[in-house]
C-alpha cells in the first residue's frame, strides 16, 4: 500500500468549538481581558494599583481572603459583581479547554502510535528510511512519488513530527537500536537506506540491519572517502558520498558543459537515467587524470581493461570537441571527459583505470 497523507472531508473537519488549542487560547485571552479591565475600573474608583490588582486575582480565582478595601460602594458593588461573573465563567472555561487540551492530546499521541505501528506490521518489501534532514526528506518525496512504501526512522522529535505531518510512517528513536529497526519491519523490508550525516552511525545501522536480514539491500551515505570502505565492509551494497558527487556535477559543468547539458540538461535524459537504473546501470562523465592509466589507450583496450564493467558512448577533448560514439581505435587524452555507462560504473572508474597510481 501507498502511504499518503490522509485527507479530512470538509463535513468531517473539526468545527471552531472542537479545537483544544483555540478554546484555551480563547480562555485565556477572555481572562487577560477581564481582569486588566477591572483591575481599571477599580482603578478609576479610586484605588491604587496594587490594591486593585490584588483584589481582582482573589476574586478571579475565588480565594476569599477578605476584601483589601470596603466594597461598600454602588459602584465598587457592581465592579466586583461583575469580576466575579465574568472571572469566575471564564476560569471554568479556561480550565476546561485545558482538560480538553491534555485528554485530547494524550489520546492523539495513544491512537496515533497504535494507528502507526499498525500501519508499519502491514508492510512488506518497503524502504526503511535513517534520518530525515535535508536528504532524507528528498529520498521520502521522490520514494512517495514513485509509489513506494516506506518507514522513516529520525531521532530529532520535531523532525519526526514534520514526517508525521508529510503523511509518512515515522518511528521516533535513535536508528542504532535494532529494537527500533525490528519495529519498522526490517525482516520485512526490501532496502535500507541510512542517510545520516553521521558517518559512525551509518556504520553501525549498517551492520545491524545486516544481521538482522541478511537479504536486505542496504544503501549507506558517507561523508568522508574513506568511510566508503568500512560502510562495505560492514555490508552496504552501495555507498553514496553526496559531498563528492555534487563537486564532481560542479567539475563537470565548468568542465564539460556541452556533456552536463547533454546528459542533465532535459526531462527525456532523466527519464533515461531512470530506464538505465532500473536496469542496474548507470551514466556518468569521468575525467582522465594526466598520469591515469588509460592516457594514451585506445577506447577497445579500456574497455577491454575494465572487463566489461562499463563502455565508452561519449568524449569531450579538453579543446572542445566532442566524439560521439567513439571508435575502438580512438585514443583517450589526457584531461578528456569520457561519458561511460556501465554497472557501477562511477566506482570501478574512479577506483581503478581513471585515477592517477597510488604512488604518483
Not at 95 to 120: C, E, H, P, W, Y
Not at 185 to 212: C, E, K, Q
Request: net charge neutral; aromatic share 6%.
Amino acid at each position: 500500500m501507498t502511504l499518503k497523507p490522509a485527507r479530512a472531508s470538509t463535513a468531517h473537519r473539526p468545527g471552531f468549538w472542537a479545537s483544544a488549542p483555540r478554546n484555551l487560547t480563547l480562555g485565556i485571552g477572555f481572562m487577560l481581558l477581564v481582569m486588566v479591565l477591572s483591575t481599571i475600573a477599580y482603578r478609576l474608583a479610586g484605588w491604587s494599583l496594587g490594591d486593585a490588582f490584588y483584589m481582582v486575582v482573589m476574586t478571579v480565582y475565588t480565594v476569599g481572603y477578605g476584601e483589601v478595601r470596603a466594597v461598600d460602594t454602588p459602584l465598587l458593588r457592581g465592579i466586583t459583581i461583575a469580576t466575579i461573573m465574568f472571572g469566575c465563567t471564564g476560569m471554568i472555561f479556561v480550565t476546561g479547554a485545558l482538560v480538553q487540551f491534555i485528554t485530547v492530546s494524550q489520546l492523539d499521541q495513544i491512537f496515533g502510535i497504535k494507528r502507526m505501528n499498525s500501519r508499519i506490521g502491514q508492510l512488506e518489501n518497503h524502504v526503511v528510511i535513517c534520518g530525515f534532514g535535508r536528504l532524507g526528506q528528498v529520498l521520502a518525496q521522490d520514494l512517495r512519488a514513485g509509489g513506494a512504501d516506506f518507514v522513516v526512522l529520525e531521532h530529532d522529535e520535531e523532525r519526526a513530527a514534520h514526517a508525521r505531518a508529510l503523511g509518512y510512517a515515522c518511528l521516533q528513536g535513535d536508528a542504532t537500536d535494532e529494537d527500533l529497526l525490528t519495529a519498522a519491519g526490517i525482516r520485512r523490508a526490501s532496502t535500507l537506506a541510512t542517510v545520516l550525516p553521521n558517518d559512525a552511525a551509518n556504520v553501525f545501522i549498517t551492520l545491524s540491519a545486516r544481521s538482522l536480514n541478511p537479504n536486505l539491500d542496504i544503501i549507506s551515505r558517507g561523508e568522508l572517502p574513506s568511510t566508503e570502505k568500512k560502510l562495505l565492509q560492514a555490508g552496504a551494497n552501495h555507498v553514496v558520498l553526496p559531498t563528492h558527487i555534487g563537486a564532481e556535477r560542479i567539475a563537470e559543468m565548468i568542465l564539460y558543459k556541452e556533456t552536463a547539458r547533454f546528459l542533465r540538461g532535459s526531462g527525456r535524459m532523466r527519464d533515461f537515467e531512470v530506464v538505465l537504473h532500473s536496469l542496474g546501470l548507470e551514466i556518468d562523465t569521468i575525467s582522465a587524470a594526466a598520469d591515469s592509466l588509460i592516457v594514451g589507450q585506445t577506447v577497445e583496450t579500456v574497455e577491454q581493461e575494465a572487463s566489461g564493467a562499463f563502455f565508452i558512448v561519449r568524449i569531450n577533448r579538453r579543446d572542445g570537441a566532442v566524439i560521439a560514439g567513439p571508435e575502438g581505435s580512438t585514443r583517450i587524452e589526457a584531461g578528456d571527459g569520457v561519458v561511460i555507462v556501465g554497472r557501477g560504473a562511477r566506482t570501478r572508474a574512479l577506483s581503478g583505470l581513471f585515477a592517477p597510481p597510488p604512488d604518483r
